[in-house]
């Protein structure tokens, strides 16, 4: 039995539960025990486009830098260009001391002699992105929602969010996407393929507006091309030409015409978040598991994936842990797990570069 | 702090941003040794959100190795020592799991307060978002940022853009002690009035370091709207630079901002038994210890996962860079973004395609904790760790490695030690693999002995000798290091295949050795570990050994290691040929003579 912190979570049924925060306080719709929908709205607010500081005070020179005697416009008014925020009196005056606001907006603050103005600001609206219950409420924050349904992490994601019908579009967990066969019956749908192998692929996906697209790998050097999609991208494997893990995909296959939410969301540090495929199968809810912090033991008979090397996205069974002291490349701490692959095949692992999966 | 006992054992733990490790020093004979150690994946972040469960996990380890018992029911540490042996006298910890601390420089002239202050983040882990100088417009800290031009709105305009980004501490310095008062003022109210906008804004740490003369005025408008804590000024007087306020500062906030608030680390503090240090500041300890004991000029560069530290001691001054988003695991897609794609495969014996080069980077950020399964892997990641030092070097250079003779202008002077650590170099497979890593990212010069923290352990000896200053001396001494050998750099350029050295060894058995190096090339003489020799060195009149002057030789003793004594050939700075093919064939060559 040995130590081992490395986990990915593929899991056919879960109880989860899921934060949905505004980036600015606002306004939360929803309440505790309200049942909602992926496109419903849970909370709103107003966020800000540019924002300009003006230094009023230097403009009608006065040296303390107190503009309140001279202010006109208090905070939370909406000026237009041209409007007077500021006019002298006194020396100033003599000066001809008016000062007009160089831009259109609301006046967000006004001290130490500058007035900020905030323009464009655009409404927020927040949606559940699950389908679940409230299960808490964060004053003007946000809501925890509880969710019930498969569970698929991926290891790289887009930032974007997006919710659809579960579609595989290859047969084999290694064909890539086939541009040509993403057609009109994809709208709205969440695309499965082994690999996302060009451009096209994505263009035709965004014209076809699909909500998501789930692949094994896909090429580095398409990342800027997938992080402006309007759709969520997430990605199971890792980057080069690696099939989507069998589990992962007899997963997918088999909740296909289901409805799933897929977060691209990653952040690999400080608060780490992975990217992830929820699916609400009919029968996922029944028996679902918890999701509580997983174990991280490895031992004889522990479901692992490979996740560096000629046998990456396998998967398979622990089989010896290897009480030798390490391998050619990789250090000589490190210890080399045997494995017996889902295809019968044997191979040996160095540990780091195992994870437990299930 | 207070012992009513004799301290005798000590587990030392590192917990990086990848991986946490364990050692335990204890007494054997009369003398603190390193007696075994563990490692494991660091478990700061999520799914486990605790660092103490990686360090419990490693003491297990060290519990296995040594069949002492260290842990109460598995979970809390036995101090002190147990008449049985079990337990330890106490623990101490250096950590650098925490995210970087997010600032904004804001000062008056670039290349003055601005650049001093940007020289301050140096010393801890600071990723710089923003800079902003009233002489420019904007432009951000990094190269690897877009240059953002200026809206047409003045700084003003831009300032509120700028403190949007919810930094964690604003850093505000400008003016002379008795200089400019109104556009440090200027500086100041803009920041405030930013500040007083956001609801946030109470929380936003702002250092402020610039003209002592101001300090009411500053407190008068800063002190409401944000946490103002007040230094030094950076830059007392045109051509005098003062950092260490602004550096203590800096680390301070590091402190209690982000390391403090990691997951799990109360209960670590609550196991240690001296105040936590980060692991930059305990390697900067034990190399100014080292350097003042045996009188040396000392380099160390740690290449880590999410971030690679440059700190040395040269002619008495101690300098350090963190490059806190450059490292070789969680950060490597950051040493590609630096230093472009080209910029790592140059060092490769093989072509590799970009493309794949590409997708293997990102694979690797993406799991850090992986290592290399093929030798082509291998190779790619110690070429990321060349570019990362080299990145880090040139910001080291321009702040604190100055060289005094012309010579060496726009190089790393000799030193006498460089030490190499982070898992890149430490568990290279092979030693040559680290010391050519070394030679080619730091482009040392002169003489010098090269060695690694093989055993991973010279920050924690630094925190360690706040409490028990003879275990960490003995231990460094006795475990510290691993000497790769002795690096003969020569500097200048020639005519490749010329004689640039000619070398007579003298081996304490009375053997003696001649050999001639010619340009561009890398000749290993051996010499094992635990041995001497005398060398006498007589460069051609177009290089030099060390004494800044070309063509003048010496006569010195030096140490064998696990490479044995190397001499680099290749000329400062380092060039290597731009045809592909050709550069190839030289980095296979220089692989061929090391052993590789």
Same mark, same amino acid.
């Given at each position: 039995m040995v130590y081992h912190p490395f986990v990915t979570r593929v899991v056919p049924g879960m109880v989860m539960r899921r934060e949905r925060m505004l980036p600015l306080r606002g306004e939360v719709l929803v309440s505790t025990g309200a049942r909602v929908r992926p496109a419903d709205v849970v909370a709103r607010t107003q966020v800000p486009g540019e924002m300009r500081l003006l230094n009023v005070a230097r403009a009608l020179r006065l040296d303390d830098g107190d503009l309140s005697p001279y202010l006109r416009v208090s905070i939370g008014d909406a000026v237009e260009q !041209?409007?007077?925020l500021a006019a002298g009196s006194g020396v100033s005056r003599l000066f001809g001391g008016t000062y007009r606001s160089p831009v259109s907006g609301v006046v967000g603050g006004a001290s130490h002699g500058r007035v900020l103005i905030q323009s464009d600001r655009r409404p927020l609206e927040l949606v559940a992105h699950y389908r679940g219950t409230v299960l808490n409420v964060m004053s003007g924050l946000g809501a925890i929602i509880e969710v019930r349904g498969a569970l698929i992490q991926g290891i790289w994601g887009s930032d974007k969010a997006g919710f659809g019908v579960v579609k595989c579009m290859v047969d084999d967990p290694a064909q890539d996407l086939d541009p040509e066969a993403i057609d009109m019956s994809c709208r709205g749908s969440v695309l499965v393929a082994g690999r996302c192998p060009d451009e096209s692929s994505l263009r035709r996906a965004k014209e076809m507006d699909v909500q998501g697209l789930v692949v094994g790998s896909l090429d580095a050097g398409l990342l800027d091309v997938v992080q402006a999609m309007p759709f969520p991208v997430v990605v199971t494997e890792g980057m080069g030409d690696y099939a989507i893990s069998g589990p992962v995909f007899d997963l997918l296959r088999a909740y296909e015409g289901q409805e799933a939410s897929v977060s691209g969301f990653t952040q690999p540090r400080g608060g780490a978040v992975r990217p992830e495929v929820i699916i609400y199968a009919s029968?996922? !809810?029944? !028996?679902a598991e918890p999701e509580t912090r997983p174990q991280f033991v490895l031992d004889l008979g522990s479901q692992v994936r490979i996740v560096r090397g000629p046998h990456t996205g396998k998967t398979g069974v622990v089989t010896h842990l290897s009480q030798g002291d390490g391998t050619p490349l990789g250090g000589s701490r490190v210890r080399e797990i045997a494995i017996r692959l889902d295809g019968g095949e044997e191979a040996l692992v160095a540990q780091p570069n195992l994870e437990l999966f299930g | 702090m207070e012992q009513e006992y004799r301290l005798e054992s000590f587990l030392v733990a590192d917990c990086g941003s990848t991986t946490t490790r364990v050692a335990l020093i204890d007494l054997v004979g009369d003398e603190f040794r390193l007696v075994a150690q563990g490692q494991t994946a660091t478990t700061v972040e999520a799914p486990w959100s605790r660092i103490s469960t990686g360090v419990r996990e490693a003491i297990r380890q060290v519990e296995r190795s040594t @069949? #002492? %018992?260290? %842990?109460f029911d598995q979970e809390q540490l036995i101090v002190p020592e147990r008449e049985n042996g079990s337990g330890v006298d106490g623990l101490v910890a250096t950590v650098n799991a925490a995210t970087p601390l997010r600032a904004d420089v804001v000062g008056l002239i670039r290349d003055l307060s601005v650049e001093s202050m940007l020289t301050a983040t140096d010393c801890s882990y600071v990723d710089v978002q923003t800079v902003v100088a009233r002489d420019e417009r904007m432009a951000s800290a990094g190269p690897s940022t877009v240059l953002r031009a200026g809206n047409g709105g003045g700084i003003q305009a831009l300032m509120g853009e700028t403190l949007q980004n919810r930094a964690d501490v604003i850093l505000l310095s400008g003016g002379t002690d008795g200089g400019a008062i109104a556009p440090v003022l200027e500086s100041a109210r803009d920041v405030a009035a930013v500040l007083s906008t956001f609801e946030e804004g109470g929380r936003v740490h702002v250092v402020y370091a610039g003209n002592r003369g101001m300090r009411p005025e500053i407190v008068a408008v800063l002190a409401d709207c944000s946490s103002l804590h007040v230094v030094d000024n950076v830059r007392p007087t045109l051509d005098k630079e003062d950092l260490a306020g602004a550096e203590e500062e800096i680390s301070r906030l590091y402190h209690e901002v982000k390391m403090g608030r990691v997951p799990g680390f109360g209960e670590l503090k609550s196991w240690v038994a001296a105040p936590m240090l980060t692991t930059a500041e305990g390697l900067g300890l034990v190399l100014r210890y080292l350097a003042r004991l045996h009188k040396l000029d000392v380099l160390a560069v740690d290449v880590g996962s999410s971030a690679t530290h440059l700190a040395g001691v040269i002619g008495g001054r101690y300098g350090s860079t963190v490059s806190?988003?450059? $490292? =070789? $695991?969680?950060?490597i897609g950051r040493v590609l973004d630096e230093a472009g794609l080209e910029g790592l495969l140059q060092w490769l014996p093989f072509q590799m395609d970009p493309g794949e080069a590409h997708n293997r980077i990102v694979n690797k950020g993406l799991r850090p904790m992986t290592i290399p399964d093929t030798e082509e892997d291998l190779l790619l990641e110690q070429a990321a760790a060349r570019a990362a030092i080299a990145l880090t070097l040139e910001r080291a250079r321009s702040r604190w490695i100055g060289a005094q003779a012309p010579l060496y202008a726009g190089l790393v002077p000799p030193v006498d030690l460089v030490i190499g650590r982070g898992a890149v170099l430490t568990e290279a497979p092979k030693a040559g693999q680290a010391a050519l890593i070394l030679l080619d990212g730091l482009q040392p010069t002169g003489v010098c002995t090269l060695a690694l923290d093989q055993a991973s352990l010279l920050p924690q000896l630094g925190a360690l000798a706040s409490v028990h200053p003879v275990a960490a001396a003995q231990a460094l001494a006795r475990d510290g290091l691993f000497r790769l050998g002795t690096a003969i750099a020569l500097t200048g350029t020639g005519k490749e295949g010329s004689v640039a050295l000619k070398l007579k060894v003298e081996y304490d058995d009375g053997r003696t050795l001649r050999v001639e190096v010619p340009y561009g090339s890398l000749e290993v003489i051996p010499l094992v570990t635990g041995k001497r020799a005398v060398v006498e060195m007589r460069p051609s009149s177009r290089f030099d050994v060390g004494l800044g002057s070309r063509g003048r030789g010496a006569t010195t003793e030096v140490d064998g290691g696990a =490479? @044995?004594?190397? =001499?680099?050939?290749? $000329? #400062?700075?380092l060039a290597l040929p731009r045809e592909g093919e050709k550069r190839r064939a030289k980095i296979q060559e220089w692989m061929v003579e090391l052993g590789l």
């Open positions: !041209g409007d007077v029968f996922a !809810g029944e !028996g | @069949g #002492r %018992l260290l %842990l806190a988003r450059l $490292g =070789v $695991g969680y950060s =490479v @044995g004594i190397i =001499v680099d050939a290749r $000329g #400062r700075p």
